[in-house]
């Protein structure tokens, strides 16, 4: 595996490439980055991952300092996964000055995580633009994990007229339903016991979609004192259509139930989508 | 000359072309286009120009609706100029739906034209965007006419790490001096004979600075005065700094005196480099 910290050093290790398949992420990479990147391979000829903890798309209070940094241990996982070529650029590599020109998303950055997190989604809109640039793939793997921001980088490059195709990867998860996130980390033991309950709380909501409860207000609203009375300090809990995330119509039929809950120290996000 | 209204017929077209140079235009084009295309020439195998009056950087009481559109006249002088493909787009090629993600230029995008022209950089700047996006040129051309937008387009290629080199054309003039313009023709023959005095009120301020006059705001003052005494209303005429378009500081060498001054229908801008 190539490992290259410069643009021009990418750039040039790619210029004869066919078919390149990209998948970019923050490092600190467990089973659900290598899925995506089993998946890359399926699609293109070389395969290209990036690491980088993007500062822009960290609020002030957030964790950009704290976010676990491991280079050794996902360049072992990375090689062991067939990858072609790392990009690892160093934050002056990627900003060598001030980050002026943004993308700048529509209102749904201000809505869900993004009500809670803002700026976030600009940030990612804007560092995962300059990383297709650099890249320049012909297709693109995020998780579907971060729900908002694979709709918003999928609109991103369609209204961009980006020649980029953009695939959702599947959430993996724990045995015990856990969405494997790299913020798990910072949950103790006992934290760790309760975290399941994310997941079933999403899981038991679909149940009762599809037996026919429609009462999607209320399906949240409970959702959320369920958690909050275990302990949990609830952003969401939120039964949207997945082509846009808005409040789902009397004729939606793909729906996404999602949630973003802070237990002890991280802050998690999960979802669960369901046709009806 | 090839001419495609599609991307998809553009991405196919340019498939296996080799160093592009792209030269994008609003048409209705005059002797100042056709050099840039002549210029073009010189860094590329391909020329590429693209004719799109873009909505996005019309306010809402300017003049997006009588732009001077001469498609057949247009064509004729880009295939006269040797041009190999020209990218003419529909409205619902270039924006199938409303436009909802674009590039937020920084504060300069809210001065001088743009203090007068709300939205107009960042209108600009998207459909550029887009435009390098379908066409993947290693080079574009614009004119300094619009020296402003070609300082934003050139700080957005390099901060979006785009792989594109950008040049600055030379801003071609009538004989009595007038800056080349598709709204020239919105003038009576009155005030096209007034129009000259843009430019020369330019040159007298190049001949003041060049003779060690370096009172900036009173030449601006006395300049837009001038101007506004002969039937113009002129909205601003400033000294500025070529690298970034600030008040200069003390020890700066390179400068350009910018104006923007309606007279009659049209707004007419023009610049003048100078160093001291």
Known sequence: MQI???????RQALKNCARIVFVPTMGNLHAGHI???TQARAHGDTVVSSIFVNRLQFGLNEDFNS???TFKEDCEKLEAAGIDLLFAPRESDLYPEPQQYQVDPPDIQNQLDGAFRPGHFRGVATVVLKLFNIVQPQVAVFGKKDYQQLLILRNMTRQLALPIEIIGGETVRADDGLALSSRNTYLTPEERAEAPRLSRTLAEIREAIGKGDHNFAKLERDAMFTLDNKGWKTDYVAIRQQSDLQAPQPDSRELVILAA??????????????LI
């Open 35 to 37: 899925a995506l990147m």
């Open 261 to 274: 809950s802070r237990l002890g120290i991280p802050r998690l996000i999960d979802n669960l989508e369901i």
């Open 67 to 69: 976010y676990p940094r």
């Open 4 to 10: 290259h910290a410069s643009i021009q050093g990418v």
